[in-house]
């Protein structure tokens, strides 16, 4: 149990477009979903957190409005970049959780690649 | 501040036993996840400590100190499979997980 999916897996984008990423909870009902941004051999960035059906908590530093995120349901969020630029390349890891006390899973990550 | 260390890099062979260390300062305390990461891959959860003590399952081990702020992950009978990052992740007090920068076991045949 406790699947998470995320779509596309990969993308390639170019610069000023905007993409969006999906990320869905299968088997169960998040009352969280997390936003993580990871480069290569760095450890997780946490973006921003959202609970169904309010605003996200973007942490600091992260852009909200170029970041946009959206938790419509309990098994839906996603993340929007806009105006995309190369440096926005890089790899995107949704998780999901409920309850305050819950493990995180993961989902498969996007890999995105702004030219 | 709020801070996890953990080393950037560790070596074993298979077969052998490794631990890894986790050492955590945070503001307040609801427990300390492992999770495992393949390169290319998202983490996957290993194992949650909220009470001192070892708790075991299977191959892997997982031991918490709270009054040391301290971790240690145990791997036994390594695999090569386990060559991966292990990301220690400590929760604060409002529930957000404090990320370490992950340790990257390398398994030698």
């Known amino acids: 149990g406790a699947v998470v999916s995320q779509h596309p897996s990969w993308v390639i984008c170019k610069s000023g477009t905007s993409v969006k990423i999906e990320c869905r909870s299968l088997d169960f009902q998040a009352t969280t979903m997390f936003w993580y941004r990871q480069f290569p051999k760095q450890s997780l960035m946490l973006m921003a957190t959202s609970n169904e059906g309010s605003k996200a908590t973007y942490e600091q530093g992260v852009e909200k409005d170029k970041f946009l995120i959206n938790h419509a349901s309990l098994t839906l969020s996603t993340l929007t970049v806009t105006s995309a630029h190369p440096e926005d390349s890089s790899f995107y890891i949704c998780?999901?959780?409920?309850?305050?006390?819950?493990?995180?899973?993961f989902g498969p990550g996007t890999r995105l690649t702004v030219t | 501040g709020q801070n996890i260390d953990q080393p950037t890099e560790m070596t074993a062979t298979e077969g052998a036993i490794v631990q890894i260390n986790c050492t955590y300062q945070?503001?307040?305390?609801?427990?300390l996840f492992w999770y495992q990461q393949h390169a290319g891959e998202a983490p996957t959860f290993l194992s949650y400590?909220?009470l001192d003590g070892l708790e075991e399952k299977g191959r892997f081990s997982s031991f918490l100190s709270r009054s040391k702020g301290y971790s240690y992950l145990l791997l036994k009978e390594l695999q090569m499979k386990d060559s991966a990052s292990y990301l220690c992740?400590?929760?604060?007090?409002?529930?957000?997980?404090?990320w370490g920068a992950g340790t990257k076991l390398i398994i030698k045949p």
């Open positions: 945070t503001s307040g305390f609801n427990g």
């Open positions: 992740a400590a929760m604060d007090s409002n529930y957000q997980l404090i």
């Open positions: 400590n909220v």
């Open positions: 998780s999901a959780s409920w309850g305050e006390v819950g493990e995180q899973y």
